[in-house]
């Protein structure tokens, strides 16, 4: 990424959603399973990293299990495992108290180790140009609704619509504010290829050995 375009990235925080239960993986933490020799998270953190002011990994249970990756894991502020808005919540409220000077979270899922490597700039854009307090991905015709830039400030009413109001929906929580979406193409592959199943990972192998996908901005 060239100078002129991190000079028009405000400081962001960077999470890394890995809260899932992981049930069509045979219950394994998927962002630990091998891909191409190293875990799954690794490859999402080497083109987050750069992007972003710090970096979190959102994660319940024993956080020793990540205890050789270099940021702070942190476990969902909400009980029961409600899903990814409780990571985005989560990282909108560490963030408030740990980088009171950062006024955007960009969070990605641990399962998504080829995401653009200028994500968090072109949410920005997307923001920028609509208007929109909130960007999405987008590859495609499919919105990934946890691929997202969320303003701190909004935290509040995030916590309001997860624990007093029951939303466990990304796409329902958005329809109260609105959404700008930063779209890539799906070739040579989609940088939003999640792996959920035992094929996926067979795929992402082949995926992480192509060199074009691997050089893609």
């Known amino acids: 990424m060239s100078a002129h375009g991190i000079s028009l990235r405000p400081p962001t925080l960077g999470v890394i959603l890995a809260g899932g239960l992981s049930r069509r993986m045979g219950g394994d933490d998927k962002a630990l399973l091998p891909l191409a020799g190293r875990p799954l998270v690794e490859h999402v ?5 750069p992007q972003c002011e710090s970096v979190i990994l959102n994660a319940n249970g024993d956080p020793s299990r990540f205890k050789g990756l270099p940021f702070a894991v ?26 009171p000077n950062i006024a955007w979270v960009v969070s990605v899922a641990a399962d998504t180790p080829f995401i653009p490597r200028d994500l968090v700039l072109r949410l920005h854009e997307a923001c920028n140009e609509t208007g929109k307090p909130i960007a999405c991905g987008a590859s495609g015709s499919q919105v990934h609704f946890a691929v997202g830039l969320w303003p701190v400030p909004l935290r509040h009413d995030l916590r309001q619509a997860l624990v007093s109001q029951g939303t466990r929906s990304i796409r329902d929580w958005l329809r109260r504010h609105g959404h700008a979406e930063a779209s890539w193409p799906v070739e040579p592959a989609d940088p939003f290829f999640n792996i959920n199943t ?16 691997n050089d893609r901005a």
């Open 45 to 49: 953190a080497e083109r987050l990293v």
């Open 198 to 213: 035992p094929e996926d990972l067979r795929h992402a192998e082949i995926l992480a050995g192509r060199r074009g996908l």
């Open 74 to 99: 942190v476990p969902d502020s909400v009980p029961d495992h409600p899903g990814p808005l409780a990571g985005i919540l989560t990282a909108l409220e560490w963030s408030a108290v740990n980088r």
